[in-house]
């Protein structure tokens, strides 16, 4: 039963049931959306244009009638695996990375290269978690099948 309390607090997956022109959608455009959501989320090198892209992910949700923070609150359960691959991205430092260190404490650092790559795999997750919770939360079983 523990299980089912993790599964509670998960926003992909969950239909929400609403009239609105994003529900309407053909299942095809549904998924054509979200690969146009993935897919530059997935090769950018900007984060700043990834931060974009989940934004319109918010303001789709926005239109669709479906709670940010009911997508937020799939995040939950995924930050402590969030939370390790920063710490793993940041022990494991690129050789010959000169850039301004940012916080030192005894052998460990973190430089404006490890802080730009963290953020830009924290923005790379938040998007596509956004984007997929989305997705699941305006397309049934039915219509995901017929897609």
Same mark, same amino acid.
């Given at each position: 039963?523990?299980?089912?309390?993790?599964?509670?607090?998960?926003?992909?997956?969950?239909?929400?049931?609403?009239?609105?022109?994003?529900?309407?959608?053909?299942?095809?455009?549904?998924? $054509?959306? *979200?690969? #146009? @959501?993935?897919?530059?989320?997935?090769? %950018?090198?900007?984060?700043?244009? !990834?931060?974009?892209? /989940? +934004?319109?992910?918010?303001?789709?949700?926005?239109?669709?009638?479906?709670?940010?923070?009911?997508?937020?609150?799939?995040?939950?359960?995924?930050?402590?695996?969030?939370?390790?691959?920063?710490?793993?991205?940041?022990?494991?430092?690129?050789?010959?990375?000169?850039? $301004?260190? *940012?916080? #030192? @404490?005894?052998?460990?650092?973190?430089? %404006?290269?490890?802080?730009?790559? !963290?953020?830009?795999? /924290? +923005?790379?997750?938040?998007?596509?978690?956004?984007?997929?919770?989305?997705?699941?939360?305006?397309?049934?079983?039915?219509?995901?099948?017929?897609?």
């Amino acid at each position: 039963m523990k299980n089912m309390e993790f599964f509670r607090n998960v926003s992909i997956g969950q239909y929400v049931d609403e009239d609105t022109p994003v529900h309407r959608l053909a299942p095809a455009t549904k998924y $054509l959306w *979200l690969l #146009a @959501l993935l897919t530059p989320a997935s090769l %950018a090198r900007s984060t700043l244009s !990834v931060m974009v892209l /989940a +934004a319109s992910s918010l303001v789709f949700a926005l239109v669709a009638r479906v709670r940010p923070l009911f997508l937020l609150r799939g995040f939950l359960p995924v930050m402590p695996i969030l939370l390790i691959a920063a710490v793993l991205q940041v022990a494991f430092t690129r050789p010959g990375d000169n850039s $301004l260190v *940012l916080i #030192a @404490l005894g052998p460990l650092s973190l430089s %404006a290269l490890e802080a730009r790559a !963290v953020l830009g795999m /924290a +923005a790379r997750f938040v998007t596509m978690m956004l984007s997929l919770g989305l997705f699941t939360s305006v397309i049934t079983e039915g219509d995901t099948a017929r897609g």
